[in-house]
Nanobody, 126 residues
Framework: QVQLVESGGGLVQAGGSLRLSCAAS????????MGWFRQAPGKERDFVAG????????TYEDSVKGRFTISRDNAENTVYLQMNSLKPEDTAVYYCAARSQAFGAVVATGSGYNYWGPGTQVTVSS
């Protein structure tokens, strides 16, 4: 089993920054691709960013490219999402997710991830 816990959410003004963290436990974290997703009220859960097990490959949803950066620290079993130039439309619950396939590729669909954290709320005021 894998346990994921997100932190770092909060209320920020438009143009501000937040750094989300996702702490993982329960298995060898460094072997698995990780992703961040978000869900706004009344909308589906959408892919935001993903990172390969090695950290060498990342992928982003178009609307966050150039503003968000995903990274990981395998020694600390933690994945991060640095969010800059935040906009009101970034307001959502943000979820961390882990794939179950060791050394698998980064994927941009929720069905590709088997483990999810409870989420952290990010609210961007205008």
């Amino acid at each position: 089993q894998v346990q994921l816990v997100e932190s770092g959410g909060g209320l920020v003004q438009a143009g501000g920054s937040l750094r989300l963290s996702c702490a993982a436990s329960g298995r060898t974290f460094s072997r698995y691709a990780m992703g961040w997703f978000r869900q706004a009220p009344g909308k589906e859960r959408d892919f935001v960013a993903g990172i390969a097990w090695s950290g060498r490959t990342t992928t982003y949803e178009d609307s966050v490219k150039g503003r968000f950066t995903i990274s990981r620290d395998n020694a600390e079993n933690t994945v991060y999402l640095q969010m800059n130039s935040l906009k009101p439309e970034d307001t959502a619950v943000y979820y961390c997710a882990a794939r179950s396939q060791a050394f698998g590729a980064v994927v941009a669909t929720g069905s590709g991830y088997n483990y999810w954290g409870p989420g952290t709320q990010v609210t961007v005021s205008s």
